[in-house]
């Protein structure tokens, strides 16, 4: 809360959305805008709701933590990585949640970009001991 900037961002969180959808609306019209802000919101919402609902009924615990949280690897799939949940339960400040090389997480790739191009910077990882079975 100490920056203005995200001080401004929680009270003008609509204004970039609403000037999306004004710019979807008069290039391309109402198809557009449904396209382009109604459904991709709709679809954003359900995959974060699946992330908090599925990974914690359904899936593997890699990591012995407080909760119910389970990798699955088809929600990791559907939301870009976000499904490998017992991992960022046991390692919350990484930006890696695939520790595996076979648990794809687009998401991290993105981050890994955005640090290569000097615009991401202290990025954490987890410290994890390579387990054997893997």
Known sequence: MKDGFYRRLLSW???PLVATGVVLGVVGGA???MWGVFLRVTLGLHAT???NSATHMWGTQRFATRDDSRNNWWVALLTFGEGWHNNHHAHPRSARHGLRWYE???N???IRALELLG???SVKLART???AAD
Do not use: I, T
């Open 104 to 106: 794809v997480d687009v």
């Open 31 to 33: 198809g557009w805008v």
């Open 108 to 110: 991290w790739w993105g």
């Open 13 to 15: 969180w609509f204004l």
């Open 119 to 121: 615009v991401a910077r």
């Open 49 to 51: 709701w699946l992330v």
């Open 129 to 131: 001991p390579r387990d």
